[in-house]
């Protein structure tokens, strides 16, 4: 609908003899009584003609020719545009929804572009969280919303398996090993507190017995480290299994440190003038690139920082020769951003090349009552914990309900209402009533095949209509979440779909006597179904036959 209503503008507009014309915004207006789209392309106009806004839309509106697509075309002050749809056109589109299916659904934006996105990157020094989890739900959303555009995604896991955070975690270990054993041995002050590490140091001792008994932690770290954090990482590939997520490639830091990239890394912008020595530290002059201090790469005491594994870590992202990468990061590192977009530059690309998304914590509820959650003290709610309790598409869904900078409220007890209060059953009881439909008018022996070739002139009522006009909005939707890297559109157009056509369906029956107006009624709902399935495809949601 939004194209052709493009189309038709550009042939008025040179109608009229405008040839440059502005990008034509074309957006859904608030109510139904502006009509079903409205533009501003009158407005935009102005100071190119010299005219009042509402004099060019007049011209504009005058001048178009294909009035066939339009039921009727109003002007409001102080120059929209606002288009009603002919029934006819409605109905030519809805059955070219139903024989092109995705075709239709979906826009080749991407073209081919090599897209990689980087999300979860958890430390692998406990479990994953409910932020983790949303993070994980929109990186895959994401990266499913773009492959669908036509980009090619890879998507990444960075692993952060060296520094402190990790020796940390053995230190942590070790303590409660030596303390299964009967040896008083001090826990660690900013040591890890779950009953995680408990386990681990327990299953240790299972397999070494008292073989680490007499020795200190500077002498065995290496097993201690590496069998902790294997065994979380382990976890967290577990999890995020059973929680449907699946990465193409895993980034281990360690990794770089042994191979040289974070020496390379550092002796590339070394020669670019770009590395400097001060107060005994090395330092990346980052303020060349706007960034608003330079930064410490490599401590007075010779130890790297984190922001030199990054650094190391970003070199080989752009080596790869992506068109663009993006970083799904918790919203507690926005001030990483102007840092790591100075790195791009300084590798000689734009930094524009980096998008950063920040994804804001969850609060966990139980009945309205917040749960308190601490990763330190072990005093948390895994996001494996909520998986086996809500299911999987039931804490995807609503991680997916609100921008991913917005703050997000997660009651368990609404996430198992079987509802309208739940919105993921919502939606799949949808499609799930419109499996039953079809069942049914098999089982009475009425033909479902070619609905395409229906008398759509029969799916007159207002309700029916309204709802053909939200299933065509679909690819505008689409094209609006790829631009915006927002998946969480498509779970909103969604929802609203579905509360239209639940009412629908309670108010109307589908199948009747009526052969005709049955298989019209058919068609439609085959319609709503490849819609539905098309969304819930893209957010990794299952589409349950029976509810």
């Given at each position: 609908?939004?194209?052709?209503?493009i189309?038709?503008?550009?042939?008025?507009?040179?109608?009229?003899?405008?040839?440059?014309?502005?990008?034509?915004?074309?957006?859904?207006?608030?109510?139904?009584?502006?009509?079903?789209?409205?533009?501003?392309?009158?407005?935009?106009?102005?100071?190119?003609?010299?005219?009042?806004?509402?004099?060019i839309?007049?011209?504009?509106?005058?001048?178009?020719?294909?009035?066939?697509?339009?039921?009727?075309?109003?002007?409001?002050?102080p120059?929209?545009?606002?288009?009603?749809?002919?029934?006819?056109?409605?109905?030519?589109?809805?059955?070219?929804?139903?024989?092109?299916?995705?075709?239709?659904?979906?826009?080749?934006?991407?073209?081919?572009?090599?897209?990689q996105?980087?999300?979860?990157?958890?430390?692998?020094?406990?479990?994953?969280?409910?932020g983790?989890?949303?993070?994980?739900?929109?990186?895959?959303?994401?990266s499913?919303?773009?492959?669908?555009?036509?980009?090619?995604?890879?998507r990444?896991?960075?692993?952060?398996?060296?520094?402190?955070?990790?020796?940390?975690l053995?230190?942590?270990?070790?303590?409660?090993?030596?303390?299964?054993?009967?040896?008083?041995?001090?826990?660690?002050?900013?040591g890890?507190?779950?009953?995680?590490?408990?386990?681990?140091?327990?299953?240790?001792?299972?397999?070494n017995?008292?073989?680490?008994?007499?020795?200190?932690?500077?002498?065995?770290?290496?097993f201690?480290?590496?069998?902790?954090?294997?065994?979380?990482?382990?976890?967290?590939?577990?999890?995020?299994?059973?929680?449907?997520?699946?990465?193409?490639?895993?980034?281990?830091?360690?990794?770089?440190?042994?191979?040289?990239?974070?020496?390379?890394?550092?002796?590339?912008?070394?020669?670019?003038?770009?590395?400097?020595?001060?107060?005994?530290?090395?330092?990346?002059?980052?303020?060349?690139?706007?960034?608003?201090k330079d930064?410490?790469?490599?401590?007075?005491?010779?130890?790297?920082?984190?922001?030199?594994?990054?650094?190391?870590?970003?070199?080989?992202?752009?080596?790869?020769?992506?068109?663009?990468?993006?970083?799904?990061?918790?919203a507690?590192?926005?001030?990483?951003?102007?840092?790591?977009?100075?790195?791009?530059?300084?590798?000689?690309?734009?930094?524009?090349?980096?998008?950063?998304?920040?994804?804001?914590?969850?609060?966990?509820?139980?009945?309205?009552?917040?749960?308190?959650?601490?990763?330190?003290?072990?005093?948390?709610?895994?996001?494996?914990?909520?998986?086996?309790?809500?299911?999987?598409?039931?804490?995807?869904?609503?991680?997916?309900?609100?921008?991913?900078?917005?703050?997000?409220?997660?009651?368990?007890?609404?996430?198992?209402?079987?509802?309208?209060?739940?919105?993921?059953?919502?939606?799949?009881?949808?499609?799930?009533?419109?499996?039953?439909?079809?069942?049914?008018?098999?089982?009475?022996?009425?033909?479902?095949?070619?609905?395409?070739?229906?008398?759509?002139?029969?799916?007159?009522?207002?309700?029916?209509?309204?709802?053909?006009?939200?299933?065509?909005?679909?690819?505008?939707?689409?094209e609006?979440?790829?631009?915006?890297?927002?998946?969480?559109?498509?779970t909103?157009?969604?929802?609203?779909?579905?509360?239209?056509?639940?009412?629908?369906?309670?108010?109307?029956?589908?199948?009747?006597?009526?052969?005709?107006?049955?298989?019209?009624?058919?068609?439609?709902?085959?319609?709503?179904?490849?819609?539905?399935?098309?969304?819930?495809?893209?957010?990794?949601?299952?589409?349950?036959?029976?509810?």
């Amino acid at each position: 609908m939004k194209k052709d209503i493009i189309r038709i503008i550009k042939d008025s507009a040179s109608t009229l003899g405008i040839e440059t014309i502005p990008a034509i915004e074309i957006e859904v207006p608030p109510g139904e009584s502006f009509g079903d789209m409205s533009t501003t392309v009158a407005m935009s106009l102005t100071k190119i003609l010299k005219k009042p806004p509402r004099k060019i839309a007049e011209e504009l509106v005058h001048a178009i020719q294909d009035t066939s697509v339009f039921e009727k075309i109003d002007i409001a002050d102080p120059g929209f545009i606002n288009f009603t749809f002919s029934k006819e056109y409605l109905y030519t589109e809805m059955k070219k929804l139903i024989i092109e299916k995705e075709q239709f659904l979906r826009e080749d934006i991407g073209q081919g572009e090599k897209v990689q996105i980087e999300f979860i990157s958890a430390n692998p020094t406990g479990p994953l969280h409910l932020g983790h989890g949303r993070g994980a739900a929109l990186g895959a959303a994401l990266s499913n919303l773009l492959r669908a555009a036509g980009y090619q995604v890879e998507r990444e896991y960075y692993i952060n398996d060296a520094g402190k955070q990790v020796k940390l975690l053995g230190l942590s270990v070790f303590a409660r090993y030596q303390q299964l054993l009967g040896r008083s041995y001090p826990f660690p002050e900013e040591g890890y507190r779950g009953e995680y590490i408990k386990d681990i140091a327990q299953a240790i001792r299972k397999e070494n017995d008292e073989k680490y008994l007499t020795s200190e932690f500077d002498e065995v770290s290496d097993f201690f480290i590496d069998y902790s954090y294997e065994t979380i990482l382990s976890d967290i590939k577990r999890d995020l299994h059973e929680f449907g997520i699946t990465l193409d490639t895993w980034q281990s830091e360690r990794e770089m440190y042994r191979t040289g990239d974070v020496e390379r890394a550092i002796e590339d912008l070394r020669e670019k003038g770009l590395i400097y020595e001060k107060e005994g530290a090395i330092w990346f002059k980052s303020t060349a690139f706007g960034d608003d201090k330079d930064r410490v790469i490599i401590k007075q005491d010779g130890e790297y920082t984190y922001f030199s594994s990054d650094i190391a870590y970003h070199r080989k992202k752009v080596e790869k020769r992506y068109d663009e990468l993006i970083d799904i990061w918790g919203a507690d590192h926005h001030g990483y951003i102007p840092r790591l977009k100075a790195v791009i530059e300084a590798f000689g690309y734009p930094e524009k090349k980096l998008k950063v998304i920040l994804v804001q914590m969850v609060t966990l509820l139980r009945g309205g009552k917040p749960v308190q959650m601490s990763k330190r003290t072990g005093d948390f709610v895994t996001l494996k914990e909520v998986i086996d309790e809500v299911g999987s598409d039931t804490t995807k869904f609503i991680f997916l309900t609100r921008r991913s900078d917005s703050h997000l409220e997660f009651d368990i007890e609404v996430a198992k209402a079987q509802s309208s209060e739940n919105p993921v059953f919502y939606v799949q009881y949808a499609n799930a009533r419109i499996n039953s439909i079809f069942n049914h008018a098999k089982g009475k022996g009425l033909y479902t095949e070619r609905l395409f070739d229906v008398d759509f002139r029969l799916l007159s009522l207002s309700e029916e209509l309204r709802i053909i006009k939200k299933l065509l909005l679909y690819p505008m939707i689409f094209e609006g979440a790829v631009h915006t890297c927002e998946p969480h559109r498509i779970t909103s157009y969604l929802q609203e779909l579905s509360g239209l056509f639940h009412p629908y369906y309670n108010k109307y029956r589908v199948i009747s006597d009526d052969i005709e107006q049955s298989r019209a009624r058919l068609a439609f709902c085959e319609a709503l179904r490849i819609v539905l399935r098309e969304g819930l495809e893209i957010l990794g949601i299952s589409t349950p036959e029976k509810m």
